[in-house]
Structure formats: C-alpha cells, structure tokens
C-alpha cells in the first residue's frame, strides 16, 4: 500500500460517516463518539507503530485498519441503538461486511488486503484465533492494543461524565451505576481469565472488566502508554473501595510495572 491510497481511503472515511448522521440527537452522539474514536485509535496507532519501530509500509497498513476497523459501529448503532454486540450483532465482522459492500478495499493487493480484513475481523473477539499467520497475528495484537488505549481514554471520559452530570448524560448507559458488582468478576481479573461482555450486569461488572484487559495487552509500548495516560487508574478510582478491590487494583497496576520493567 501507499500513502496515496490511505489518503483516498481517509476520503472514503469522511463521507461514510457524514452520510450515518441522521435526525435523531441520541443516535448523532452515540455515533460521534465512534467517529472520534476511531480517530484517536488512528493516533494511538501512530504512537504504537513509531515505539515499534516499522517500516512506512507497516505504518499504513497499521493506520488502514486503525481508520476502518469499527465502521460495522455506525450500521451497529442506527440498527439496534446499542454498541452492546451480545444483544445485537458481532461489530468486528459487521465491519468487514460494510467495507466488502462498498468495495473499499477492491484497489489494493490481495495479500495487504486479507492482512487487513483479519485485523479488523478479530479486533473485537475475546480471544484471537489460533490459526493466524505471523503477519496478520501482529496487525491483530496492534490494533487490540490501540483501540484497548482509547477505550481507556473514552470510559474514563463517560464515567467522569455520568458523575458529574447524570441528567445531561446523552450516551446510552447499558448498566446500573449502582455501586454493586459480581465478586466472580473479580475472580476472573484474578485468574486472568477474560470476561464476556455477556456476563456483564453493571457498571462496576464494566471497569472490572477493562481492568483486565491488561492481561490481553501485547506490547511494552502499550503499557507504558497505559502508565503514562493513567486513564486506567481513573478508571479503577470509580469502584468501591473495599479490600477486595484494592487487592485486584494492586495486582493489575503491579502487572503493568511488571511487563514495564521485564520489556526494558
Ligand atoms: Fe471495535
């Protein structure tokens, strides 16, 4: 790929997502904040791929699924009105649907192309596949780990929000801010076992959940960033404090250091 045809496709970009916006204010903010999220993802991305160290060429194939890898959000939100993916359709694979529709990818070469196409299928799955090839794998691992950076960034922003201003909170609030959570959530962060979105009943269940999505982090680079941002320790002050959640705060936080320390 080019940079030419990453021009073409920012292009693309644009005019798909001006054409989603509707009359209906609750869908228009939901949709802004997947826009500007993808946007962010685009820039966590760039800072990932220069830590790392790639090639020009990695570098757009790398921002190419940043750029594209949630526009199975738009179609997600005006359908359903959820980003809830159990209680509607899987996004990832949404997202692969839309862009083979429209024929976006059509110009570029086949290998660059399913490279792509796998990244953004799998950017949402629990866990990736077994059967990756090398290169598809990484994209994979990379634009996990970017968009886990801005989901930080966007959760925190809400939860923030929310506090402030529940009234005026014009985002769609799929759990109860009840101050409660499932004591098997914390089990789950504590065994490093992933968390279904299913599983989910509250809000609590929801930061428990990004919590420990530490352990599906895959490059120094992303947990210095994580340390740096220090969205996940916001993320983390909205739980109650209780000795349970301290101990998992403790061993989350002391994993990241960790892999901070052992990555060099
Ligand atoms: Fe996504």
Redesign the pocket.
């Given at each position: 790929m080019e940079q030419g045809q990453l021009n073409g496709l920012k292009v693309w970009f644009d005019d798909f997502v001006a054409g989603c916006y509707c009359d209906d204010e609750f869908v228009n903010a939901n949709l802004k904040l997947k826009e500007d999220h993808s946007r962010r993802v685009c820039d966590e991305t760039a800072h990932l791929v220069d830590e790392l160290g790639l090639s020009d060429g990695q570098k757009i194939i790398a921002e190419t699924i940043a750029l594209l890898?949630?526009v199975g959000?738009f179609a997600q939100f005006i359908r359903y009105r959820t980003y809830n993916d159990p209680k509607s359709v899987n996004?990832?694979k949404l997202?692969v649907e839309v862009l083979r529709e429209a024929g976006v990818l059509d110009g570029i070469d086949e290998r660059e192309r399913k490279l792509i196409e796998a990244a953004i299928r799998y950017?949402?799955e629990k866990a990736l596949p077994e059967d990756l090839d090398e290169q598809s794998l990484f994209y994979c691992k990379l634009i996990r780990d970017a968009?886990k950076l801005d989901v930080f960034y966007v959760a925190a922003k809400y939860y923030r929000q929310y506090r402030d201003d529940p009234e005026n909170c014009k985002l769609e609030l799929e759990f109860p801010d009840n101050g409660k959570y499932c004591p098997e959530m914390v089990e789950s962060v504590f065994k490093h076992r992933l968390i279904d979105y299913g599983e989910l009943r509250t809000l609590d269940d929801m930061r428990l959940l990004q919590l420990g999505w530490v352990y599906d982090v895959n490059f120094t680079a992303t947990f210095k960033r994580i340390r740096q941002q220090k969205f996940l320790e916001e993320i983390a002050g909205f739980l109650p404090s209780d000795e349970k959640i301290e101990k998992i705060k403790e061993k989350v936080f002391g994993y990241i250091d960790s892999m901070i320390a052992r990555g060099g």
């Open positions: 890898h949630d959000r996004h990832s997202s950017h949402g968009d």
